[in-house]
Each structure stands twice: as C-alpha cells, then as structure tokens.
C-alpha cells in the first residue's frame, strides 16, 4: 500500500483524442486485477493539455472527473472542473500546496474517501472547441494504491 502518481504512463492508462465539443474520454486509468485505489477528498489534479500546434486548450474547456464500471458507457461523475485554473498557472506551480484549491477532484461521498475496484476505470473527459494532443500534453493525479 502506498501513494502513487497516475500519469499518462502508468500501467493501465490509455490516452486519447477528445471529439470537439463533445465530453470525450482523454484519459482512462483501468484499475489492475489485484488492486484497488483509494483518493481522497480534494486530490489535486495536475494538467496542462495543447493541440497539435502546441497551443493550449482554451479556458473555455471543460474537464470532467468520473468512473466507469466494466461494460458501461456512462460514468459515475465525481466533479466536473473549468479548465482556466490549469491554464493560468504554470505546470511547476501546479505542485505548490497553496494554489491548487480549484484544482482539486471533489469526492461526492459521506467518508470523503472513494476506493476504486479492481477492473474500474478512472476517466477524464474533456470538452473543448480544440482537440488535445498528448504528444505535447500533461495530466496527473495522486491516490493511494491498495495490493489485495
């Protein structure tokens, strides 16, 4: 058990291209068998997400935060965040403790905890009039790995 970092490089992770205008799946973090994952209330989430020209998503993108069950298309929302938080502050800085308060993932449960289960899938959705590029793209997000 222990606190990890899930990037567009962690195991299980896939990236992909958001349909514009549309909320699309740009990152999903299938949970592996064995394991389960647990985040708290207010997990900082950390993103800086360009096009193919290397231009950044407009403020006006939205980012939506959820999980999805094996077999569903729908997802259990956890928050739903503006991007212009991420887009004003420098990646560097999105690490300092003091200015991350509207980058934070809410937890919509009684214990402010929510364990994800082995086979789940933690997705990010985005819905921008521009489509990401996860050549010149960044995201990630700490939780707490849990081995069964």
Sequence with gaps: MGEITLNASSTGVTTGVN???????????KVQAGTNLRMRNGTPLRMKLHDSSDAELPNTTEVLIGIRVPGQKQLSELGKLSYQPFANI?????????????????IPTKTRLLKVIED????VQAKSSAVVDWTKSFLELDCEEIVL
């Design 19 to 29: 349909t514009a205008n549309v909320f699309t799946d740009v990152f999903k973090m």
């Design 90 to 106: 420098s990646t560097a800085n999105q690490y300092d403790k003091d200015t991350e308060t509207r980058r934070r993932i809410p």
């Design 120 to 123: 789940r899938e933690i997705v």
